[in-house]
């Protein structure tokens, strides 16, 4: 596709429910980001995927967290038994240069999957 | 640890008037940073780099280490520069970009 994209773009779910984000990067991009932004506040690292090396999850705040990538193509960010508290615009990115922004400092977003738990 | 300040929530200004959008960075290295820019109803996307040296829509942004500065900056300011702008810091291993807060700029006629 033209760029990356994310499903659903609006999501509103119960208090305990768990949810599933998608994101597909831009083809040819081996580095794949997940961050959070909540009302208000800047963007926040959550997941970082490149290539087949293991995924740097330090941003994941807690173990209600879960994220796949599957080769160099779609990746899943799971939320299980959500909280009010993750409510938030939920931002994928993809980068081009293996070694992740070093290079370039270009990633390339979503528009993101805002996400309302009530 | 590292860390991006953006401490501006909002800056507002009349068109042509010049612009200064603040950024200060820790970092215990060399930093790599960089200015995102949302326009309304648009992505995030990259404005400019330190490392490039470039002006892009008139902007320009300089390091400052001594200050661990990276203010971004604009002589003129228009009315199509109204928009969300971050500050980012590369963190250490090169993986991840570190992101203020932001600034919202509004230029009014």
């Known amino acids: 596709g033209a760029g990356v994209s994310q499903s659903p773009s609006n999501k509103v779910t119960e208090k305990g429910k768990d949810v599933e984000l998608r994101c597909d990067p831009i083809s040819g991009h081996t580095a794949l980001y997940w961050y959070r932004q909540r009302l208000g506040q800047g963007l926040e690292f959550l997941i970082y995927f490149q290539g087949n090396s293991a995924p740097d999850k330090s941003g994941l705040p807690s173990d209600r967290f879960s994220a796949e990538r599957t080769g160099e193509s779609v990746s899943t960010l799971t939320i299980q038994r959500t909280q009010q508290e993750d409510s938030a615009v939920y931002l994928c990115?993809?980068?081009?240069?293996?070694?992740?922004?070093?290079?370039?400092?270009?990633?390339?977003f979503g528009e993101g999957s805002r996400l309302t738990v009530l | 640890a590292q860390r991006v300040t953006q401490p501006e929530k909002l800056l507002s200004v009349f068109k042509g008037a010049p612009v200064e959008l603040k950024c200060n960075y820790s970092?215990?290295?060399?930093?790599?940073l960089f200015w995102y820019v949302q326009y309304s109803r648009q992505r995030l996307q990259l404005l400019l780099r330190?490392?490039s040296r470039e002006s892009i829509k008139g902007f320009t942004a300089d390091l400052n280490k001594g200050e661990t500065s990276f203010h971004l900056k604009k002589p003129f300011a228009q009315e199509e520069d109204s928009a969300m702008y971050y500050c980012?810091?590369?963190?250490?291993?090169?993986?991840?970009?570190?992101f203020g807060a932001g600034t919202r700029l509004a230029v009014h006629p």
């Open positions: 330190h490392i």
């Open positions: 970092y215990s290295g060399s930093p790599e």
């Open positions: 990115a993809s980068s081009l240069s293996w070694t992740g922004v070093a290079n370039t400092g270009e990633l390339f």
């Open positions: 980012a810091l590369v963190s250490g291993g090169y993986n991840k970009l570190i």
